[in-house]
């Protein structure tokens, strides 16, 4: 089965079929993800936190991002896979944005890039992958590359002013050619004004119902980042207790002198 494409979310955002997508970042869980029938894989720079341990996405490299997308990619059969460009590797020049994102896309397999912001400098930036073909999938609301600048994990767009500006990058990034744009903390009802507006699809996380998909990073969703638990959160399996369970019975296991036991070693 071919792999998705940007053009079939745009039929599904035009027949009302909700996106679901998924963040992963190695080919087992990408292979699970997959298998399950997830429209889209995000290779999400998130993978700073979640499998390097990082503090924020902000050491995160493009090599990085290689290694763990080429792996992903390995993984996934039929959904359209996306890779998060990292910190500065597009936004210090538009040249640098090509480079990175040529090289994301040449050494990975993947199809598509993401990155963050909607400023007229940004939607320059996303019109000149667009151009050379390369799909640019948005980033606006809470941009985690942005923590600092933001103050924190914070719901966008409450203050005064900030849904029209939101409205108005939104709108300058789809007129950009961006294929698709993700809304992070963006409260329910300006993220589905949002999406009734735009011609391209909506991917909310912690945006509401009323985007046209949801993302959740894998993880937090298989419960296996014990006491991140934002509200928007559900956390649709408990593999962090499974694990310590399965880990914690390994041990008792070896010390007892019960594994391996014959049936395990050989004559
Ligand atoms: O890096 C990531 O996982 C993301 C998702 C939260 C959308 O950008």
Do not use: W
Request: include cysteine; aromatic fraction near 4%; proline fraction near 5%.
């Amino acid at each position: 089965m071919p792999r998705k494409t940007i053009r079939d979310l745009r039929i599904m955002k035009e027949r009302g079929e909700p996106i679901a997508a998924l963040t992963a970042y190695d080919y087992l869980f990408a292979g699970i993800v997959d298998a399950a029938g997830v429209d889209v894989v995000l290779v999400g720079d998130s993978l700073g936190q979640v499998v390097l341990g990082l503090d924020s996405t902000l050491p995160v490299s493009v090599d990085d991002m290689i290694r763990h997308a080429s792996a992903v990619c390995r993984g996934v059969r039929q959904a359209l896979v996306v890779v998060d460009m990292p910190f500065l590797s597009y936004q210090t020049s538009r040249r640098d944005a090509i480079r990175n994102a040529g090289r994301l896309l040449q050494e990975t397999g993947a199809a598509a890039v993401k990155l963050e912001g909607g400023s007229p400098r940004m939607a320059d930036t996303v019109q000149a992958l667009v151009e050379i073909g390369i799909p640019v999938m948005a980033h606006l609301g809470f941009t985690p590359q942005s923590v600092h600048g933001l103050g924190g994990a914070r719901v966008q767009g409450r203050e005064a002013g900030g849904a029209e500006r939101m409205l108005e990058d939104a709108e300058r990034l789809q007129q950009a050619g961006a294929f698709s744009l993700v809304l992070e903390l963006v409260p329910g009802p300006l993220a589905r004004s949002l999406s009734a507006a735009l011609q391209i699809p909506t991917i909310g996380i912690g945006a509401g119902a009323g985007c046209d998909g949801q993302i959740l990073v894998l993880p937090d969703m298989l419960g296996l980042n014990a006491g991140f638990e934002p509200r928007f959160l559900r956390r649709f399996a408990d593999l962090g207790a499974a694990a310590s369970a399965g880990v914690e019975s390994y041990v008792h296991a070896v010390r007892a002198g019960e594994y391996p036991a014959t049936e395990h070693t050989f004559e």
